[in-house]
């Protein structure tokens, strides 16, 4: 598999956002223009501070954008926000960095040199597409047997736990259609559609369970348990009600990326 020049450039493009790694504007560097990242003094309703916004995503809304586009560097202007009138003052004119230097390469990346970052990027990258198609394979040729009872028991465990929550939430589940009205309001789906969703994931979730106990790769408590607290903090009564396995599932899958590697470079 390669890795093309659009390839790397995209993920660079991706990781430079996600790190906020912003470099002086190279093109028309002193007019304000769609993308850029401007930097600007903000005094409005007695708060006064420095912003960064990026003209186009409407970060202060469509009229922000629009009175500050052709302006540079010192330029002034009037700002309405909640009804309040301030005055925003451009102080730098911006953009996301597009490519790696060593600098970059030893703060983000943990690498000495810009060439050592790209090459950990192109590992990530390769990483990424051999998952995208092996993994895909591995669920639609695998054969599940003889762990009926273990699903269906799973199944009506879950779905007994969404019958309290919709109980709890005052849903009469012996009225016709109520258990559905609910898992419509709170997953888009009736109970037959819920219940077909939790079978294809306990289905799949034994496939890796099967696959990491084949390659001796085992997970720690601990790796569950930094999973569980990450889950934990948004996941709500959904997750609560997965389960163990649902917990499980995501370390196995987070960890099948590297796995997969081990037959790739064989």
């Known amino acids: ?20 790694v912003l470099v002086p504007k190279s093109r028309n560097a002193d007019i304000v223009e769609y993308g850029d990242v401007v930097k600007v003094y903000i005094d409005i309703n007695y708060s006064r501070g420095e912003k960064e916004v990026i003209i186009g995503a409407n970060m202060l809304g469509e009229d922000f954008d629009e009175n500050i586009l052709g302006m540079k560097v010192g330029d002034q202007f009037d700002f309405t926000l909640d009804g309040v009138i301030g005055q925003v003052t451009v102080q730098s004119i911006l953009m996301f960095a597009d490519s790696i230097n060593d600098k970059i390469a030893k703060q983000y990346y943990d690498c000495d040199s810009a060439q050592e970052a790209i090459i950990k990027i192109k590992h990530e990258l390769l990483k990424t597409k051999v998952f995208d198609y092996i993994y895909p394979q591995i669920i639609r040729n695998s054969r599940i047997s003889e762990y009926h009872q273990e699903r269906n028991k799973y199944v009506n465990r879950v779905v007994n736990l969404v019958v309290q929550d919709a109980v709890d939430e005052g849903y009469d589940i012996n009225e016709d259609g109520s258990i559905d009205t609910y898992l419509n309001a709170e997953m888009g789906m009736s109970l037959p559609e819920y219940r077909r969703e939790l079978e294809t994931f306990y289905d799949e979730y034994l496939i890796l369970r099967e696959l990491f106990s084949q390659e001796d790769e085992y997970i720690s408590q601990e790796e569950l348990d930094s999973y569980n607290i990450d889950m934990s903090e948004y996941a709500g009564s959904l997750y609560k009600n997965l389960g163990r396995e649902y917990v499980i599932y995501n370390v196995y899958y987070d960890k099948l990326p590297d796995l997969l590697m081990k037959y790739y470079q064989k």
């Open 1 to 20: 598999m390669l890795i093309s020049d659009e390839d790397l450039s995209s993920a660079i493009a991706v990781d430079m956002y996600v790190y906020n």
